[in-house]
Nanobody, 125 residues
Framework: QVQLVESGGGQVQTGGSLRLSCGAS????????MGWFRQAPGKEREFVAA????????YYSDSVKGRFTISRDNAKNTVYLQMNSLKPEDTAVYYC??????????????????WGQGTQVTVSS
């Protein structure tokens, strides 16, 4: 399994921006689909965005579409989540996930085999 470490979380005001990074160890990153999930206090973890191993295909939840952008740099073994126009409801712990599972639903947790420890994002009004 790949080891994942998130960074870039913090506290911002409504309308602000943050960029999360997720660094991966090992040699399977370039063949892994990558995803971001988040968990707010008292809520279940939910899908945010995903990017496939090959090609530019990306997927977003309706709640972040148009505001968040997922991207990856295979040379750096890193996936990013650029978050703009942040809202208080975006406050959560954000988790990075990786998957080499073929034909999995990238919007579901079970579609991923490795997870990071999470990074806190707090958006104040």
């Amino acid at each position: 399994q790949v080891q994942l470490v998130e960074s870039g979380g913090g506290q911002v005001q409504t309308g602000g921006s943050l960029r999360l990074s997720c660094g991966a160890s090992g040699d399977t990153f370039s063949s892994s689909a990558m995803g971001w999930f988040r968990q707010a206090p008292g809520k279940e973890r939910e899908f945010v965005a995903a990017i496939l191993a090959s090609g530019p295909n990306t997927y977003y939840s309706d709640s972040v579409k148009g505001r968040f952008t997922i991207s990856r740099d295979n040379a750096k073994n890193t996936v990013y989540l650029q978050m703009n126009s942040l809202k208080p409801e975006d406050t959560a712990v954000y988790y990075c996930a990786a998957s080499t599972i073929r034909h999995a639903n990238r919007r579901l947790e079970r579609g991923y085999s490795s997870w990071g420890q999470g990074t806190q994002v707090t958006v104040s009004s």
